[in-house]
């Protein structure tokens, strides 16, 4: 018998319930290459939690690997924190993630640690903030973030309010690693033992939450003004639509325009294929409410509401969506320029991006004398230079080309919240100069050049996927192309070499040609994916993506 049905048969023999038995019977019976795919590996507890697509067996997100994980978080909290523990718990709309946050809840209680949960769905930067906000010692929130509905993942923060990063995520990615049967799970409270409280929390966090996000507001005569914008707001199903309309109306925006549909929280995301505020067919149902209502911007959260995607009415009328990099260049630029307007910027304020966004950020940085760290995939790490510098430095903002922006240091992690706010805040301030969205972005090119990026991935599922994406990265290892896009190769820098880049240890290559181009290779760390990042400067910028979508995607 292979190992991956040995396992299953493990499941079938042990304590388990009857319908997950029944579901492993059924995989055994129809269903081989599910079977394998669903019990050849274990579902890793990587550095920032799981995430894979729900249902039975080893390889999938389930109340088990679900309990197993909260067990050896419970399991690092009780060996390595002194005094009295607690976790901060939320979860999004997805199918299961109230389940998955209870057991978690119950789980922690169960090991003698105080659980602050949630009453409904909140957004990941909430309980990034309610962290903080408790003085908790970790949280977790039950959610796949964009990805498809088939999935479902668990993110752990600490109590800076950031995701877990060195050394504390590879100890706790041990601890998990040392459960090894749902045995050892405390699902029920021990006998000679009183659980901890599990605290319900609500409104009184809501209250707080979006009382300080909404403080960060730069231009209030600008918002009042232009207060009529018409802004169409779609939550794609997920949970943003339990706090954006409220905090753009509590800085002045009351002309909020929404997409009914898609305003009720639902697993299934049944009127999208993909959840994702990337993909243009997310936003087509509120771009079709724009033009129906003359609105002029369109907001989009994905299912946590931690990410933010815009379109815009460009120089014809016409509604284009906008790619993160294209927002958070003339974000930051706004930002900097009204910080810089209001006297708020010196030598100890900084910004943050990572190392596939634009590079457009580093030099609107430079325009404006402020520092910009440079820092790997993932805001975690951008929370991680925040929590370095707290008390020597003042964040201003930071972003990721993947839609994700935070300002100020309120939230330790994106939040579409904040982003939405200062989005619309920024078309305020634009009206006052004459400008729309999409001419400020054009100013912004003027003034520092054109930059163009383009992210295209490669979908490999499965154990073959896996193992193919392997093949494609030691094959630009040992290979790497001699030029990109007719540009002679003169760096490469390869991520998984911490003593040379001073970044952690991180599968990711970047070539970077003579012209100033760069492409960026990484396998995605939540989805069967192999993403390419193209960057390209200059007038020629747009044909030169396309000469390098054609040399790397084959």
């Known amino acids: 018998m292979s190992d991956y049905k040995q396992t299953a048969q493990s499941w079938l023999e042990g304590n388990f319930d009857a319908e997950t038995k029944a579901e492993v019977k059924n995989l055994m019976?129809?269903?081989?290459?599910?079977?394998?795919?669903?019990?050849?590996?274990?579902?890793?507890?990587g550095t920032g939690g799981l995430r894979g697509v729900?249902?039975?067996?080893?390889n999938r997100m389930n109340k088990y690997t679900v309990g197993m994980a909260t067990q050896g978080l419970a399991n690092y909290i009780k060996a390595n924190v002194e005094g009295a523990a607690s976790v901060c718990i939320s979860h999004d709309s997805r199918n299961n993630s109230r389940l998955f946050a209870e057991i978690s809840a119950k789980v922690l209680s169960n090991n003698g640690i105080k659980v602050y949960l949630f009453e409904d769905l909140r957004p990941t930067p909430e309980l990034s903030y309610s962290i903080r906000l408790k003085k908790a010692?970790?949280?977790?929130?039950?959610?796949?973030?964009?990805?498809?509905?088939?999935?479902?993942?668990?993110?752990?923060?600490?109590?800076?309010?950031?995701?877990?990063?060195?050394?504390?995520?590879?100890?706790?990615?041990?601890?998990?690693?040392?459960?090894?049967?749902?045995?050892?799970?405390?699902?029920?409270?021990?006998a000679d033992t009183q659980p901890a409280p599990i605290e319900i929390m609500g409104e009184e966090v809501d209250a707080c939450y979006l009382r300080d996000i909404t403080s960060l507001a730069l231009s209030p005569d600008a918002v009042k003004k232009h207060q009529d914008l018409k802004?169409?707001?779609?939550?794609?199903?997920?949970?943003?639509?339990?706090?954006?309309?409220?905090?753009?109306?509590?800085?002045?925006?009351?002309?909020?325009?929404?997409?009914?549909?898609?305003?009720?929280?639902?697993?299934?995301?049944?009127?999208?294929?993909?959840?994702?505020?990337?993909?243009?067919?997310?936003?087509?149902?509120?771009?079709?409410?724009?033009?129906?209502?003359?609105?002029?911007?369109?907001?989009?959260?994905?299912?946590?509401?931690?990410?933010?995607?815009?379109?815009?009415?460009?120089?014809d009328g016409k509604m284009v969506q906008l790619t993160g990099n294209q927002t958070w260049s003339f974000l930051t630029y706004y930002v900097l320029t009204r910080w810089k307007e209001l006297g708020k910027l010196d030598s100890t304020k900084y910004c943050v991006k990572t190392i596939v966004t634009t590079e457009l950020i580093a030099a609107i940085c430079k325009d404006f004398g402020v520092k910009c760290y440079n820092v790997l995939t993932g805001f975690k790490y951008i929370a991680e230079v925040v929590k370095l510098n707290q008390g020597k430095g003042e964040f201003i903002c930071g972003g990721e080309e993947s839609y994700g922006f935070n300002l100020g240091e309120f939230v330790r992690d994106k939040c579409a919240q904040v982003a939405g706010i200062m989005v619309a805040e920024c078309a305020a301030w634009a009206a006052e100069q004459g400008l729309t969205l999409y001419q400020l972005l054009q100013k912004v090119y003027e003034k520092y050049g054109l930059y163009v990026e383009k992210m295209v991935y490669i979908v490999r599922k499965g154990k073959t996927g896996a193992e193919e994406i392997q093949k494609i990265m030691a094959d630009y290892r040992a290979c790497p192309p001699?030029?990109?896009?007719?540009?002679?190769?003169?760096?490469?820098?390869?991520?998984?070499?911490?003593?040379?880049?001073?970044?952690?240890?991180?599968n990711v290559l970047q070539f970077f040609n003579a012209a100033g181009d760069v492409v960026t290779v990484r396998p995605s760390g939540t989805e069967p994916k192999i993403k390419f990042y193209f960057g390209a400067r200059g007038a020629d910028a747009p044909s030169k993506i396309e000469a390098l979508k054609a040399q790397f995607i084959k």
């Open 29 to 45: 019976e129809t269903d081989l290459t599910a079977l394998e795919d669903a019990f050849y590996r274990n579902l890793e507890f």
């Open 54 to 58: 729900m249902g039975v067996g080893t």
């Open 137 to 190: 010692t970790a949280g977790i929130m039950v959610t796949a973030s964009h990805n498809p509905k088939e999935y479902n993942g668990y993110k752990v923060f600490w109590s800076d309010g950031g995701q877990i990063t060195a050394p504390v995520d590879k100890d706790i990615v041990g601890e998990v690693g040392k459960i090894t049967d749902p045995a050892d799970v405390r699902f029920e409270p021990a």
């Open 231 to 315: 802004i169409v707001y779609t939550p794609l199903h997920g949970c943003g639509v339990k706090l954006m309309p409220r905090a753009l109306g509590m800085i002045g925006f009351h002309n909020i325009i929404h997409v009914p549909e898609q305003d009720i929280p639902d697993g299934n995301f049944p009127t999208v294929a993909s959840p994702n505020p990337e993909e243009p067919a997310a936003m087509a149902m509120a771009l079709k409410k724009a033009d129906e209502t003359g609105a002029d911007l369109v907001l989009a959260t994905d299912p946590d509401a931690d990410r933010l995607g815009i379109a815009v009415r460009d120089n």
């Open 482 to 506: 001699e030029t990109i896009a007719g540009s002679p190769l003169v760096k490469v820098i390869d991520y998984n070499q911490p003593e040379k880049t001073g970044l952690p240890k991180s």
